[in-house]
């Protein structure tokens, strides 16, 4: 989900973005024993953050989505267990580093080709291309 999102929120902006964190976010809440809203607060904070890459000058360099969802990575889950701290759940957090969170990064980083782009044809088959005047 999280490799979605990032990929949109890159390819679309903040407000598509959201958007989907929302609703990916109720999914994974709905599917998790986390507590409810964990995954779409976390979602939601590092969508908004990824989608600062869509509208600027590095938009069209090759490594930003590689780069943006190793970030992603290390940010949503720090978020998600510092939540899960603030909720009065023990986390052990070198061990979840080492163990969860650096592995994820990995995979997400072998992952991110695959689903870019996957969205970016998604994206292309679905966006209506608008004219628009500067």
């Not at 949109?8 to 929302?22: D, I, K, P, R, V």
């Not at 709905?30 to 509208?55: C, M, N, Q, T």
């Not at 000058?57 to 969802?69: G, K, M, N, Q, S």
Request: charged share 10%.
């Amino acid at each position: 989900m999280l490799l979605f999102i990032v990929s949109w929120a890159l390819l679309e902006g903040t407000h598509e973005g959201l958007f989907a964190s929302l609703v990916g976010g109720l999914a994974l809440d709905a599917l998790s024993g986390a507590p409810f809203g964990l995954s779409v607060l976390s979602l939601a904070i590092v969508s908004y953050l990824a989608s600062v890459g869509a509208k600027n000058v590095f938009r069209t360099a090759i490594l930003l989505p590689y780069v943006t969802i190793a970030l992603a990575t290390l940010i949503y889950n720090s978020i998600f267990l510092g939540l899960l701290r603030i909720m009065g759940r023990t986390v052990l957090w070198w061990p979840t580093l080492w163990r969860v969170v650096l592995p994820n990064i990995l995979v997400n980083a072998v992952c991110m080709p695959l689903v870019y782009n996957l969205v970016v044809w998604i994206h292309h088959r679905t966006h209506i291309q608008t004219a628009e005047w500067e």
